[in-house]
């Protein structure tokens, strides 16, 4: 089904881009629990983890594990979760599946029940910060 992640896969609407790969995009949430708070992405338009083949879903794992070591990173190495909304019973708003990535600074507490929101500069800053931390080639 074509999500409002499918534009964002297509270039069709933006989005504070961390990173691609063939199989999947990451952003920054526009809605963050925590500003970092970044979203991974599979590009091939399927909702359900268990619905995308297993080479992909492979390939989505690798992708998320680079980011997540840089969203990390980009806050002196802190803890973070990792989650997925599998399904609308599951809490799933947009039904293309992705994984969201939120960094715990020690100290720092999270609401899962608000989120926050950048301004443009916020976000680039936030972007780039998390963008420097990706290692190179
Ligand atoms: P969920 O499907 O429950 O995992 O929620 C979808 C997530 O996508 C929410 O955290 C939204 O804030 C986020 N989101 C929705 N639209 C956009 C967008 N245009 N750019 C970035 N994040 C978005």
Do not use: W
């Not at 989505?60 to 990173?73: K, P, T, Y």
């Amino acid at each position: 089904m074509t999500s409002i992640f499918t534009k964002i896969i297509r270039g069709e609407i933006p989005c504070e881009k961390i990173h691609e790969s063939n199989h999947a995009i990451a952003f920054l949430d526009i809605a963050p629990y925590i500003f970092g708070h970044t979203l991974v992405v599979a590009k091939r338009e399927e909702a359900r983890l268990e619905n995308l083949p297993s080479e992909e879903a492979a390939a989505l794992m690798n992708f998320m594990q680079e980011i997540a070591g840089a969203v990390s990173q980009a806050y002196d190495g802190c803890d973070y979760n990792a989650f997925l909304y599998n399904g609308p019973d599951a809490g799933q708003e947009v039904p293309h599946l992705h994984f969201h990535i939120i960094p715990r600074p020690p100290g720092v507490m999270v609401n899962f029940r608000t989120r926050l929101s950048y301004t443009d500069d916020e976000r680039q800053k936030t972007g780039s910060q998390i963008r420097a931390c990706l290692k190179k080639g």
